[in-house]
């Protein structure tokens, strides 16, 4: 890394320390700190739940293009809805915020989390079973997402196909470690 990026990082850093001096500061002499203190624990909260999803994206970067492209989303989608829930949480009017953009938001980054586990889970493409289970997770996890956007439109979606997506992924997910060990002495015949 350059010099320049260093003195950056090393920027950033102090504006980091700083800021939680601050917010320490305030949280002890505040008389009443208790909506600071939600604010930063939502904040926290958002840190740990983001990252964690943004982690799982980060997986996939150094692998084969269509892979890599979900890591690439995935992260992308995190930092965005990390920023949305951020300001939501610390702009004014904190207990109205735009709820239905917001867990849409939410869901969709860890719709993404949960897909980029998935997909990051496996790197041998030669087993059909595990191809067919990743898929079948991956085709249901994209069909919650775009129930979850229809649904916060106004659209009827009902329950039911939530239900059905929903049980295609656990189902297609749980058998990938089963699928792996019954697979495993180059056995292809699930």
């Known amino acids: 890394m350059s010099d320049s990026g260093r003195a950056v990082l090393r920027l950033l850093l102090a504006l980091g320390y700083g800021g939680g001096a601050v917010l320490l500061l305030l949280l002890l002499t505040k008389s009443n700190a208790d909506a600071l203190a939600a604010r930063v ?8 739940v983001f990252g964690l999803v943004a982690a799982a994206g980060a997986r996939l970067l150094d692998q084969s293009e269509p892979v890599s492209l979900w890591g690439w989303g995935t992260l992308l989608i995190a930092v965005v809805t990390f920023v949305l829930v951020v300001v939501e949480v610390w702009r004014s009017g904190f207990f109205y915020f735009n709820e239905t953009r917001t867990i849409v938001m939410i869901v969709i980054s860890i719709l993404l ?43 009827d979606i009902g329950a039911r196909w939530f239900g059905i997506a929903s049980t295609v992924f656990f189902v297609s997910t749980l058998s990938l470690p089963v699928l792996r060990l019954a697979t495993e002495d180059g056995d292809d015949a699930f």
Not at 41 to 48: Q, R
Not at 129 to 155: C, E, K, Q, W
């Open 41 to 48: 624990g939502y904040t926290a909260l958002s840190v740990i």
């Open 113 to 155: 989390g949960g897909g980029s586990l998935v997909l990051s889970g496996e790197t041998d493409d030669t087993n059909q079973a595990l191809r067919s289970a990743r898929g079948g997770a991956i085709v249901a996890l994209v069909a919650l997402g775009v129930l979850t956007v229809l649904s916060a439109s106004g659209a």
